[in-house]
Antibody, heavy 123, light 109 residues
């Protein structure tokens, strides 16, 4: 059974960089056909896709966040990570990591999610 | 930007049929996916590729597509189906990656 677990600081100061890690168990981040995404949800609001890293290492980011986002992968630890720079209170949210399966060049959707971690931006 | 539009809320009585719509210009060319989210929990995939149901999802959940609108249908709604529902897709150009609708709160009266 695939499991994803987010980890990182729950409090970040304005203008600093938010850093989170997603540890994957029961599967490999370097296995073919998977996109590994970060998705966030501000309190009381909807879901926002932040970006993904493909098993090949290629990335794609939400244009509204692209200038501040970096997603990377550490295959030796079976983890992928999110860095979001110059944060403000508007970046306060529950951050989820999720797996998306691709079969025959078609997405099968986000089939596995982490439990989510709340990150608050405040001084 | 690319947007998916959902009604903010839908209400039905137990045993009735709930229909939640999602509209987007790229939906004739891109598949849609539906997620159920209950308070304090991560979203769960309930429909993929417009109308496919993952294993373990009850048969009362179904999906359909017509033009620029996709619909999640829940037949014989149960109290446990009360949740937020989000559609998700991608834009045709790939510019916007993955996109979520604003979400629909399903209330079981």
């Amino acid at each position: 059974q695939v499991q994803l677990q987010e980890s990182g600081p729950g409090l970040v100061k304005p203008s600093e960089t938010l850093s989170l890690t997603c540890t994957v168990s029961g599967g490999s981040v370097s296995s073919g056909s998977y996109y590994w995404s970060w998705i966030r949800q501000p309190p009381g609001k909807g879901l926002e896709w932040i970006g993904y890293i493909y098993y090949s290492g290629s990335t794609n980011y939400n244009p509204s966040l692209k200038s501040r986002v970096t997603i990377s992968v550490d295959t030796s630890k079976n983890q992928f990570s999110l860095k979001l720079s110059s944060v403000t209170a508007a970046d306060t949210a529950v951050y989820y990591c999720a797996r998306e399966l691709e079969l025959l060049s078609l997405s099968e959707g986000f089939d596995y999610w982490g439990q989510g971690t709340l990150v608050t931006v405040s001084s | 930007s690319y947007e998916l539009t959902q009604p903010p809320s839908v209400s039905v009585s137990p045993g009735q049929t709930a229909r939640i719509t999602c509209s987007g210009d790229a939906l004739p060319k891109q598949y849609a996916y539906w997620y159920q989210q209950k308070p304090g929990q991560a979203p769960v995939l309930v429909i993929y590729k417009d109308s496919e149901r993952p294993s373990g999802i009850p048969e009362r959940f179904s999906g359909s597509s017509s033009g620029t609108t996709v619909t999640l249908t829940i037949s014989g709604v149960q109290a446990e189906d009360e949740a937020d529902y989000y559609c998700q897709s991608a834009d045709s150009s790939g510019t916007y990656g993955r996109v979520f609708g604003g979400g629909t709160k399903l209330t079981v009266l």
